[in-house]
């Protein structure tokens, strides 16, 4: 079974801190992928990263970063966390190169900026 | 560009009744189609899928047709279970072009004993 780990399932910080959250894959997936899921507004893609070093932005990539040093984790970074960045943080990865668009997801971190 | 719309929820039903859930989806191309499922607490899974055309994805007793005339794919289950409540996401890829899936908003499904 694909298993996507994520480093944290609930995490509190404050505002303006430098907040990192990580998420591994085990299956050797090309892609990985960062969404933030607020009610009401659904999933949400942040960035995404097809290749190790490679990275896109999504549609909502403002006040985020990423890494993707090694194939099987995808850093996401709060460089300056805000209140407004409080939400549920989930990491998805798929297989790319053409062999199937399903992602699998990770259970997810609920990050509360205060 | 693509989108997908499902019906807003949430949606309260009594143990054993018939579910559906409506998904319409705007896509150029020939987009594959997914519904996904996030139970509390967790993050999504894949329910179900349907990669063309009348074709018709099936698990666990939820059944969803491909259908390109009404560009629909509507989540229907005979007999809900309590267990079955959860936030369903209805969503779109289209492979050829990028590996991005486009989801709903979800819909929230409250079981009732």
């Known amino acids: 079974d694909v298993k996507v780990t994520q480093s944290s399932r609930y995490l509190v910080k404050r505002t303006g801190e430098k907040v990192f959250l990580e998420c591994v894959q085990d299956?050797?997936?090309?892609?990985m992928f960062w969404y933030r899921q607020d009610p009401g507004l659904g999933l949400r893609l942040i960035y995404f990263?097809?290749?190790?070093?490679?990275?896109e932005k999504g549609d909502i990539p403002e006040g985020y970063s990423v890494s993707r040093e090694k194939k099987e984790r995808f850093s996401l970074i709060l460089e300056s966390a805000s209140t407004n960045q409080t939400s549920m943080y989930l990491c998805?990865?798929?297989f790319g190169r053409g062999i199937t668009d399903t992602q699998y997801f990770g259970p997810g971190t609920r990050l509360t900026v205060l | 560009g693509n989108s997908v719309t499902q019906m807003e929820g949430p949606v309260t039903l009594s143990e054993e009744a018939f579910l559906t859930i409506n998904c319409t989806y705007t896509?150029?191309?020939?987009?594959?189609l997914f519904w996904y499922v996030q139970y509390p607490g967790e993050g999504l899974q894949l329910l179900l899928k349907?990669?063309?055309?009348?074709d018709k994805g099936s698990n666990k007793g939820f059944e969803a047709t491909y259908r390109k005339e009404t560009t629909s794919f509507h989540l229907e289950k005979g007999s809900v279970q309590v267990s079955d409540s959860a936030v369903y996401f209805c969503?779109?890829?289209?492979?050829?072009?990028?590996?991005?899936?486009?989801f709903g908003k979800g819909t929230r499904l409250h079981i009732l004993p």
């Open positions: 998805a990865s798929s």
């Open positions: 299956m050797d997936h090309e892609n």
């Open positions: 990263s097809y290749d190790v070093k490679m990275k």
């Open positions: 896509a150029t191309g020939y987009p594959s």
């Open positions: 349907a990669t063309k055309a009348d």
């Open positions: 969503a779109l890829s289209e492979m050829n072009r990028d590996d991005k899936i486009i």
